[in-house]
């Protein structure tokens, strides 16, 4: 027997969820009242659905029906046209017609021959034999069909809030006509705007119904507002909050339901009848579709399993690292039916096989010969004085403990120590000098002088080292932060501040969480202020300026420290980036995954060790976390726990909503204790939207019972003091350690 809670299903007899009503008032689809050039068509007010009421579904809540309310061409009379909706025709007529379902009715309700045509009764008779020729009416509902350009048009008969350029109205016709896409445009090309455009039209003819959106969460804000602009008349449901408000959004009648991948996570489950799965979606679009490059991951999965009609996938990085990153977005980029299981891409010639069949991908160069150049430059700074005192002292200890570790030493050990060097170069920990803050303030104050306004990315967020430190120290420009600790809300208002107030000269954003999706148009210079792993993250910030819009040249600044890991680094990334340019423009390299082990230890003029699993199983040494799958490290921390005494059960897969493990031990007379256990095997610390995922899934006011997030890379600063004010545990590799000793 299924146990599961169906949270999903509302309770009509209690109070009604907080969440916003959608309301079933008709909106008339906005039209210009003037026919299109050289056209004699009559001038049309347009509906899009023409009928809708509610009809009750047990179990389910209310549903949104559309009816159809064209009858054959020949038997419209006009005073009934009048009746039904008011206008004299509709776009979404040839739509309807052209349905191979679609029958039309007469006025007393018997359906009418549309076989032969000419708006005769269904006869029963045996000896009635069907015309094989298409209807009248289907032909003309084929050569009325108004072509996409028209409708996208400036001119044409939906009105637009801005003019799709010809290489956009180009993308609305890939969209429309391919039921698997990869919309793969360089940032800032409008991908936003030529989905929306596609699925306006395609629900203006009736193609399609109801559309799941799935978006970063920090995105979904912008994505209402943009489609509240483009497609004004279509219904909006934000799927999120409380799990009630969810259930009762899930069953708001609307042609899109917006949602975040965390809430999609949680919401999937194995139940069939769960709201992301209890029908066929028209279409399913993924917008930064890299966030289900990982096959791995649970919320990859789970996109994978929402059945749909058509399958979109938005990303303009759409390889990051390697292969098996497009592989896993490219799994998802086609129809899935119920019960159907999603398809594999597995040998790199049926990727690239794929890639080629699926891929629409246009570059900046390519079709905005307008658009301002964008310039970068590196700029080579040596260490002064306590910071380049610091960074040696820094550096020459490190090497050495890396020495002494002998054949203990790990790939990790190498990366905490290049994280510890790169902050280094930000600031000295102990005077909070800096080099790269010295020459970022010289050149503000000529910029600011002529009137421009600044971007700067670090991948550190808190202070000594990065977005507040900047921030602070740059005062006198009066700047905003933007990082990942910031609410939804407060992100939007501190974006909308930066916009609408140009006493705000410069704008810190912490890269992972201010680098994607975001329209900064208003500030024409960027700097990076300290190196990510992955060019192409870079690329993407860049474009949060170098996009449509923009009326100034774009001027970035890459900051390297000469003499320093962040050098030895850079040197490395060139030379692999090369290596990449086969399968898409712009590939980037993740260190952590791209560069051999031989070539990280280089770095400091070490050899890797010769791996030996008899003598590091004899000898109690740390296991090897990069070579775990995420599965194998849940069990591996299963293990750690039942040592321990703990009686571990493992959630599943499909429906654990954040939580891997569940740990309960009995303490005497204190009772039950319970861990709620998070598994993250990154080798790089976990940010805080990690631990914010966890917290929002732990049970409320629970006695004895603690989160925990387990992750041999350890955690950033910024999880760690959110993890304290919280009451969560963290476990690093140290950690881990102590729990298998």
Same mark, same amino acid.
């Given at each position: 027997?299924?146990?599961?809670?169906?949270?999903?299903?509302?309770?009509?007899?209690?109070?009604?969820?907080?969440?916003?009503?959608?309301?079933? %008032?008709?909106?008339?689809?906005?039209?210009?009242?003037?026919?299109?050039?050289?056209?004699?068509?009559?001038?049309?007010?347009?509906?899009?659905?023409?009928?809708?009421?509610?009809?009750?579904?047990?179990?389910?809540?209310?549903?949104?029906?559309?009816?159809?309310?064209?009858?054959?061409?020949?038997?419209?009379?006009?005073?009934?046209?009048?009746?039904?909706?008011?206008?004299?025709?509709?776009?979404?007529?040839?739509?309807?017609?052209?349905?191979?379902?679609?029958?039309?009715?007469?006025?007393?309700?018997?359906?009418?021959?549309?076989?032969?045509?000419?708006?005769?009764?269904?006869?029963?008779?045996?000896?009635?034999? @069907?015309?094989?020729?298409?209807?009248?009416?289907?032909?003309?509902?084929?050569?009325?069909?108004?072509?996409?350009?028209?409708? =996208?048009?400036?001119?044409?008969?939906?009105?637009?809030?801005?003019?799709?350029?010809?290489?956009?109205?180009?993308?609305?016709?890939?969209?429309?006509?391919?039921?698997?896409?990869?919309?793969?445009?360089?940032?800032?090309?409008?991908?936003?705007?030529?989905?929306?455009?596609?699925?306006?039209?395609?629900?203006?003819?009736? /193609?399609?119904?109801?559309?799941?959106?799935?978006?970063?969460?920090?995105?979904?804000?912008?994505?209402?507002?943009?489609?509240?602009?483009?497609?004004?008349?279509?219904?909006?449901?934000?799927?999120?909050?409380?799990?009630?408000?969810?259930?009762?959004?899930?069953?708001?009648?609307?042609?899109?339901?917006?949602?975040?991948?965390?809430?999609?996570?949680?919401?999937?489950?194995?139940?069939?009848?769960?709201?992301?799965?209890?029908?066929?979606?028209?279409?399913? +679009?993924?917008?930064?579709?890299?966030?289900?490059?990982?096959?791995?991951?649970?919320?990859?999965?789970?996109? /994978?399993?929402?059945?749909?009609?058509?399958?979109?996938?938005?990303?303009?990085?759409?390889?990051?690292?390697?292969?098996?990153?497009?592989?896993?977005?490219?799994?998802?980029?086609?129809?899935?039916?119920?019960?159907?299981?999603?398809?594999?891409?597995?040998?790199?010639?049926?990727?690239?096989?794929?890639?080629?069949?699926?891929?629409?991908?246009?570059?900046?160069?390519?079709?905005?010969?307008?658009?301002?150049?964008?310039?970068?430059?590196?700029?080579?700074?040596?260490?002064?004085?306590?910071?380049?005192?610091?960074?040696?002292?820094?550096?020459?200890?490190?090497?050495?403990?890396?020495?002494?570790?002998?054949?203990?030493?790990?790939?990790?050990?190498? #990366?905490?120590?290049?994280?510890?060097?790169?902050?280094?170069?930000?600031?000295?920990?102990?005077?909070?000098?800096?080099?790269?803050?010295?020459? !970022?303030?010289?050149?503000?104050?000529?910029?600011?002088?002529?009137?421009?306004?600044?971007?700067?990315?670090?991948? %550190?967020?808190?202070?000594?080292?990065?977005?507040?430190?900047?921030?602070?120290? #740059? =005062?006198?420009?009066?700047?905003?932060?933007?990082?990942?600790?910031? @609410?939804?809300?407060?992100?939007?208002?501190?974006?909308?501040?930066?916009?609408?107030?140009?006493?705000?000269?410069?704008?810190?954003?912490?890269?992972?969480?201010?680098?994607q999706g975001l329209n900064l148009q208003e500030a024409s210079y960027v700097f990076h202020f300290d190196r990510w792993w992955n060019p192409a993250v870079e690329k993407q910030a860049e474009d949060r300026s170098h996009r449509m819009g923009q009326s100034?040249?774009?001027?970035?600044? /890459?900051? +390297?420290?000469?003499?320093?890991?962040?050098?030895?680094?850079?040197?490395?990334?060139?030379? /692999?980036?090369?290596? %990449?340019?086969?399968?898409?423009?712009?590939?980037?390299?993740?260190?952590?995954?791209?560069?051999?082990?031989?070539?990280?230890?280089?770095?400091?003029?070490?050899?890797?060790?010769?791996?030996?699993?008899?003598?590091?199983?004899?000898?109690?040494?740390?296991?090897?976390?990069?070579?775990?799958?995420?599965?194998? *490290?849940?069990?591996?921390?299963?293990?750690?726990?039942?040592?321990?005494?703990?009686?571990?059960?493992?959630?599943?897969?499909?429906?654990?909503?954040?939580?891997?493990?569940?740990?309960?031990?009995?303490?005497?007379?204190?009772?039950?204790?319970?861990?709620? !256990?998070?598994?993250?095997?990154?080798?790089?610390?976990?940010?805080?939207?990690?631990?914010?995922?966890?917290?929002?899934?732990?049970?409320?006011?629970?006695?004895?019972?603690?989160?925990?997030?387990?992750?041999?890379?350890?955690?950033?600063?910024?999880?760690?003091? %959110?993890?304290?004010?919280?009451?969560?545990?963290?476990?690093?590799?140290?950690?881990? *350690?102590?729990?298998?000793?």
């Amino acid at each position: 027997m299924d146990r599961e809670p169906r949270w999903w299903v509302t309770d009509s007899n209690g109070p009604m969820p907080n969440a916003p009503w959608l309301g079933l %008032f008709r909106r008339a689809v906005q039209v210009k009242a003037r026919t299109a050039a050289k056209l004699s068509i009559p001038a049309i007010q347009l509906h899009a659905p023409a009928t809708q009421y509610l009809q009750a579904t047990a179990g389910r809540g209310a549903t949104l029906v559309t009816a159809p309310t064209v009858t054959e061409a020949q038997r419209i009379p006009t005073a009934h046209i009048g009746i039904v909706s008011n206008v004299p025709g509709s776009v979404a007529l040839a739509g309807a017609l052209a349905d191979p379902e679609y029958r039309p009715r007469t006025f007393d309700g018997s359906m009418t021959d549309d076989r032969a045509g000419h708006g005769v009764t269904h006869s029963t008779s045996p000896t009635h034999e @069907a015309d094989p020729r298409p209807s009248l009416a289907r032909r003309l509902a084929y050569l009325l069909q108004l072509p996409t350009d028209l409708l =996208a048009w400036p001119r044409g008969p939906l009105e637009w809030p801005g003019t799709l350029l010809p290489y956009q109205i180009e993308g609305v016709q890939a969209l429309m006509s391919s039921n698997a896409l990869l919309l793969a445009d360089d940032m800032g090309l409008g991908k936003t705007i030529q989905t929306i455009a596609a699925l306006r039209i395609l629900i203006v003819q009736r /193609k399609i119904e109801r559309i799941l959106l799935v978006v970063r969460a920090s995105l979904v804000l912008q994505w209402r507002r943009e489609i509240r602009r483009w497609a004004p008349e279509l219904r909006t449901s934000t799927v999120h909050g409380r799990p009630s408000e969810r259930a009762f959004q899930w069953d708001s009648p609307a042609h899109i339901y917006l949602t975040s991948y965390e809430t999609l996570r949680s919401d999937l489950t194995s139940n069939p009848l769960s709201p992301p799965r209890r029908q066929t979606w028209d279409v399913v +679009v993924l917008d930064e579709a890299q966030q289900i490059k990982n096959r791995e991951a649970e919320v990859t999965q789970k996109c /994978k399993l929402v059945p749909r009609r058509r399958a979109w996938a938005l990303t303009g990085t759409p390889l990051e690292n390697r292969v098996d990153d497009l592989a896993s977005i490219l799994e998802f980029v086609s129809p899935l039916d119920q019960d159907e299981s999603p398809a594999h891409c597995r040998s790199e010639s049926v990727v690239r096989e794929r890639h080629r069949e699926v891929q629409l991908r246009r570059k900046k160069t390519q079709v905005l010969q307008h658009l301002p150049p964008k310039t970068v430059n590196q700029v080579t700074l040596p260490l002064n004085g306590p910071q380049s005192e610091s960074y040696r002292k820094a550096e020459e200890q490190g090497i050495l403990q890396l020495h002494e570790m002998g054949d203990q030493i790990r790939v990790q050990n190498v #990366l905490e120590l290049i994280l510890r060097l790169k902050q280094i170069c930000n600031f000295c920990p102990t005077t909070g000098q800096s080099a790269k803050l010295e020459d !970022v303030r010289d050149r503000l104050g000529t910029l600011v002088s002529e009137g421009h306004r600044a971007l700067i990315f670090s991948q %550190f967020t808190e202070r000594p080292f990065g977005v507040q430190a900047i921030a602070s120290a #740059l =005062a006198e420009f009066n700047p905003l932060t933007y990082t990942g600790s910031l @609410a939804s809300p407060r992100r939007e208002s501190v974006i909308q501040a930066f916009k609408d107030n140009p006493h705000h000269k410069v704008l810190v954003l912490s890269l992972r969480s201010g680098g994607q999706g975001l329209n900064l148009q208003e500030a024409s210079y960027v700097f990076h202020f300290d190196r990510w792993w992955n060019p192409a993250v870079e690329k993407q910030a860049e474009d949060r300026s170098h996009r449509m819009g923009q009326s100034y040249p774009v001027t970035v600044y /890459k900051y +390297v420290c000469e003499a320093t890991i962040e050098e030895r680094i850079d040197e490395i990334l060139k030379t /692999k980036q090369l290596l %990449f340019a086969e399968l898409v423009d712009d590939v980037s390299i993740d260190l952590r995954t791209r560069l051999s082990a031989e070539e990280l230890f280089r770095l400091f003029g070490l050899t890797p060790p010769m791996p030996s699993k008899t003598s590091t199983a004899m000898s109690g040494a740390q296991p090897d976390y990069a070579s775990m799958s995420g599965i194998e *490290f849940e069990l591996h921390v299963k293990t750690l726990l039942e040592r321990q005494g703990w009686s571990v059960a493992t959630t599943p897969t499909t429906c654990d909503g954040g939580i891997d493990l569940l740990a309960t031990r009995t303490e005497g007379v204190g009772g039950d204790i319970r861990l709620y !256990v998070q598994c993250k095997n990154y080798q790089s610390p976990a940010g805080v939207d990690v631990v914010r995922q966890l917290n929002g899934v732990l049970p409320a006011s629970q006695p004895g019972s603690r989160g925990v997030v387990a992750c041999p890379g350890g955690f950033s600063a910024e999880a760690r003091s %959110f993890a304290k004010d919280r009451g969560i545990l963290l476990w690093d590799r140290h950690h881990l *350690f102590q729990l298998s000793a």
